[in-house]
T-cell receptor, first 112, second 115 residues
């Protein structure tokens, strides 16, 4: 059973702080990793994708991947109340041609 | 106009009824997916299709069927709805040929209540 694990939260941080969201996955054959953001009642939208070990930065967001530890994280710098949402980690196992496996999501609350 | 549309957006039905949820996309993507989302359970894959002639079962396909009528249309049917199929249903599309690989683009969702 391929699994993607996330702490459900809620993770509460004050405005301006760094929010750190974590995700672990069970299958070492996992190839691609994604972070989606989902506002309440809305559809998920892609924030970041990462394919290689290390860090990938995009604005206030940094994705970190460590395949040896089977761990992927998302850092949000200078957190804003508008970042309050559920963050879904998704993993693709194998090459193109397989579907994504989603974690259950971590709810982030940023207080002003 | 939205790239991925779902109809209906909300539906209330009774146990035992057959219903169809429809998904259309204008993104030109070959790959389409149906997910359901339940509180605390995240997104779970029901069925997916990589082209018109390709249909694959996902994690939770029992009680559901799909039809890929065209590249742009992918329908999900509940043959005989039951209350535990009450959920938020999402359609998604992707194109592996694009830079960024398997980014999935989600429709707005259909909220289904089975009484």
């Amino acid at each position: 059973q391929k699994e993607v694990e996330q702490n459900s939260g809620p993770l509460s941080v004050p405005e301006g702080a760094i929010a750190s969201l974590n995700c672990t996955y069970s299958d070492r054959g996992s190839q691609s990793f994604f972070w989606y953001r989902q506002y309440s009642g809305k559809s998920p939208e892609l924030i970041m994708s990462i394919y290689s070990n290390g860090d990938k930065e995009d604005g206030r967001f940094t994705a970190q991947l460590n395949k040896a530890s089977q761990y992927v994280s998302l850092l949000i710098r200078d957190s804003q109340p508008s970042d309050s949402a559920t963050y879904l980690c998704a993993v693709r196992v194998g090459q193109a041609g397989t579907a994504l496996i989603f974690g259950k999501g971590t709810t982030l609350s940023v207080s002003s | 106009d939205a790239d991925v549309t779902q109809t209906p957006r909300n539906r209330i039905t009774k146990t035992g009824k057959r219903i169809m949820l429809e998904c259309s996309q204008t993104k030109g993507h070959d790959r389409m997916y149906w997910y359901r989302q339940d509180p605390g359970l995240g997104l779970r894959l029901i069925y997916y299709s990589f082209d018109v002639k390709d249909i694959n079962k996902g994690e939770i396909s029992d009680g559901y069927s799909v039809s890929r009528q065209a590249q742009a249309k992918f329908s999900l049917s509940l043959e005989s709805a039951i209350p535990n199929q009450t959920a938020l249903y999402f359609c998604a599309t992707s194109d592996p040929g694009l830079a960024g690989g398997e980014t999935q683009y989600f429709g707005p969702g259909t909220r289904l209540l089975v009484l």
